[in-house]
Structure formats: structure tokens, C-alpha cells
């Protein structure tokens, strides 16, 4: 199928494209556009481990500012315009190229639904964890990575029903907003996110409210609207409801089953490993969304049950039942394991598959030789 995006947003239509039209002439046509997609994900990742390593509970912002050398946050500002920046410029690159590719618009896809989940972690490192005094609690993290992945799951789950990406306006948005906060907080230092902005409301609190204003008022009636002006021009991939909405069904129960751990855990998980559960989450999320958009690539029918909600279903239960007892957070460890890894591996033999079958390599634009 062709691959069609439609790009509304003023901020991007005339000021950031401008910016990536000039960038773009600086890259070698040598270079595969797939090398570009790919190395964006990678400094993010970077980034992300990084910040780990010097804020592992999200508490390094709010105990003792001097945690995170100053560094590290304007890294993480430089990793995430890079990013952002390679994300936006493949595309460009492959049309240049002349290399555009199904396998282009699955890996860029694929890793932009992983990647999602990674930017919201490292932000929370910015806010840290409520600790009494200021911080974000790490139940409204949850809902927030919740809300973003919701909005994520959104587009293409339009694009599975009107053949169309119609590319969210927060997407530019929020890379602006987080390459700021950055530079924000290497500049100012962690202590400008500890100080009443406006009303006694903090930056963070404000950040909140305008995500899910965002979410709920502007990109969600927009995703439906879409969706009723294809019903209404005939121009629906899909004719009977059931079929519109069964992409829909693993992704809303992954949240339940994930919601049910967070509020039920009897070691209270989530304030425990933090970390370590949002990963999770984004990671599952990654995979059923994955599944989506090679569906509605391949124009096949999605499973209406993604193989990860049985393992998950059984932790979930032993968790919240008292069977695991003390060994609830390393029974989170190992499911975070088995998660992060089926994810690699289904990345990598589907990139492969592809590869073959299209006869181009992933990294490079060389032809394959017909064996």
C-alpha cells in the first residue's frame, strides 16, 4: 500500500520542516534511510540509560538536586533534538533516495512506537517523584505514559481504518517542549521545576493538564472525526464495526490488566520499581502497536488477543492474589525480561523477513543479490 501522512500542524509546517529541508542536504545520498531512523532510536535509548544510571527511582531531582551532573540534562536536550531531527528527515531521505520501502515505514513506525514510551521516562527524571514536598506521584506517571501511548495507539489506529497517518500536532509539540525543558534544566538547574509557576501550580502540574487537554479535546475527537469523514466518503478499510474496532481490544486490555496490577499490588509495585514497570509498559505497548501497523500495512486482520496478555494475566494474578508474595518485584524483573526481549526478537525476524522478501538490505542501499 502506499504510504500517506497528512501534516497539519503549523509549527511543523513552517518552522521545523524548513529547519529539516536544510539539514537533509548535509546527508550523504549513500547513507540508508533506515541507518538515519535507527540511530535516532539508539541516542534516545543512550539517553535513557544515562539517565538511569544517575537517577535510578526518579528521585535524583527532587532529594539533592546536584544528583544529575548539569551535563546530562543539556545531553539529553542534544540527544533528543537529534533524534527528533532523524525522525523527521529519514523520510525526506528515502524519497531522495528514491529507497522509500514498506520495510522504511515499518521501521520507522515500529521504532517511533518504542520510542514514545522512552522520551515520557527520561522526562520523568526531570520532575522526579513526588517526595512530600514537590514531584509528580508515580501513579500519575503511569496515567501520563498511559494518556501518551493512548494517543499514540490513536493515529494509527485511524491509519488502520482510513488508510490515512493523519500525524498528531503533539508529536512536534512535545519534542519543542522537551528539548526546552532540558535546556531549561541545565541552565537553571532541577530547582526551577520546585517553584510555583502561576496560582501555586508548578511547571510540571501545568505540563499535565495541557497533555491531557491535549489528548482528550484535540488529538481524540480528531481521530474520530477522520474516521466518520471516511465512513461517510466510503473510503473505510473496514466495513463492519467489529472489524474497525478489533485492533483496539489488546491495547485496552494491556492497560486494564496493567491498572489492576498498579492499584491491587500488595507491595504496591509501581512505588517499588518504578522504572522498571514503565519500561514494561512501554515496551508492551510497543509490540501490540507493532502488530497494528503491520496489519494495516499488509491489510491482514489483527489477532484479537496479543500472546503477551496471557503472561501478563498470570503475573498479574499471583501478584495481587499474595501467591508471589516477596517475590513480586522479581517476578516483575523477569516478565520486564521475557517482554523486552520477545520485543528485540520480533523486531529483528520481522525486519529480516522483510528484507528478504522485498530483496533490499535494512542498512544499506545496496541491492540483494538473487541468490
Known amino acids: 500500500s502506499q504510504y500517506s501522512a497528512v501534516d497539519t500542524n503549523p509549527l511543523s509546517v513552517y518552522i521545523m520542516q524548513p529547519i529539516w529541508n536544510k539539514i537533509i542536504k548535509i546527508v550523504p545520498l549513500w547513507i540508508a534511510p533506515n541507518l538515519l531512523t535507527f540511530s535516532g532510536f539508539v541516542m534516545i535509548l543512550f539517553n535513557y540509560f544515562l539517565l538511569s544510571f544517575y537517577d535510578w527511582d526518579y528521585t535524583a531531582s527532587g532529594t539533592s538536586p546536584g544528583l544529575v551532573p548539569t551535563w546530562v540534562w543539556l545531553f539529553s536536550a542534544f540527544t533528543t533534538f537529534c533524534a527528533y531531527a532523524l525522525d523527521s528527515i529519514d523520510g525526506k531521505h528515502a524519497r531522495r533516495t528514491q529507497s522509500s520501502t514498506p520495510l522504511g515505514e ?106 491531557i487537554g491535549f489528548s482528550l479535546f484535540l488529538s ?58 514503565l519500561w514494561m509498559v512501554g515496551v508492551a505497548f510497543s509490540n501490540v502497536i507493532c502488530k497494528v501497523i503491520v496489519c494495516q500495512m499488509s491489510s491482514t486482520r489483527p489477532e484479537l488477543f496479543h500472546w503477551f496478555l496471557f503472561p501478563l494475566a498470570l503475573a498479574v494474578y499471583a501478584a495481587i492474589s499474595g501467591l508471589l508474595g516477596w517475590t513480586e518485584e522479581a517476578a516483575l524483573g523477569l516478565l520486564t525480561a521475557l517482554v523486552t526481549a520477545a520485543h528485540v526478537h520480533y523486531g529483528v525476524c520481522v525486519g529480516r523477513q522483510l528484507s528478504e522478501h522485498l530483496n533490499i538490505y535494512i542498512f544499506s542501499l545496496k541491492k540483494r543479490v538473487q541468490e
Not at 501518551?148 to 490515512?164: A, D, I, P, Q, R
Not at 466518503?233 to 496490577?261: Q, R
Open 106 to 211: 515499518l521501521f520507522d513506525h515500529g521504532l517511533d512506537s518504542w520510542a514514545t514510551s522512552i522520551f515520557v521516562l527520561s522526562f520523568f527524571s526531570v520532575c522526579s517523584r513526588d517526595n512530600g514536598k514537590t514531584g509528580v506521584s508515580v501513579y500519575t506517571m503511569y496515567i501520563y505514559l498511559s494518556i501518551v501511548l493512548f494517543n499514540f495507539m490513536c493515529s494509527h489506529w485511524e491509519k488502520y481504518n482510513t488508510g490515512v497517518l493523519f500525524l498528531p500536532w503533539g508529536y512536534d509539540i512535545s519534542q519543542v517542549v522537551l528539548i526546552a525543558a532540558y535546556l531549561l534544566t541545565g541552565t537553571v538547574g532541577v530547582e526551577v521545576w520546585q517553584k510555583p509557576l502561576l496560582f501555586g501550580y508548578y511547571i510540571t502540574d501545568v505540563l499535565v493538564i495541557l497533555l
Open 220 to 277: 481524540f475527537p480528531q481521530t474520530l472525526y477522520n474516521i466518520h469523514r471516511a465512513h461517510l466518503k466510503k473510503t473505510l478499510k473496514n466495513d463492519s464495526l467489529y472489524e474497525g474496532l478489533l485492533p483496539l481490544v489488546s491495547p485496552l486490555l494491556l492497560f486494564v490488566l496493567l491498572t489492576v496490577w498498579v492499584v491491587l499490588s500488595p507491595s504496591n509495585i509501581l512505588a517499588k520499581q518504578p522504572r522498571l514497570f
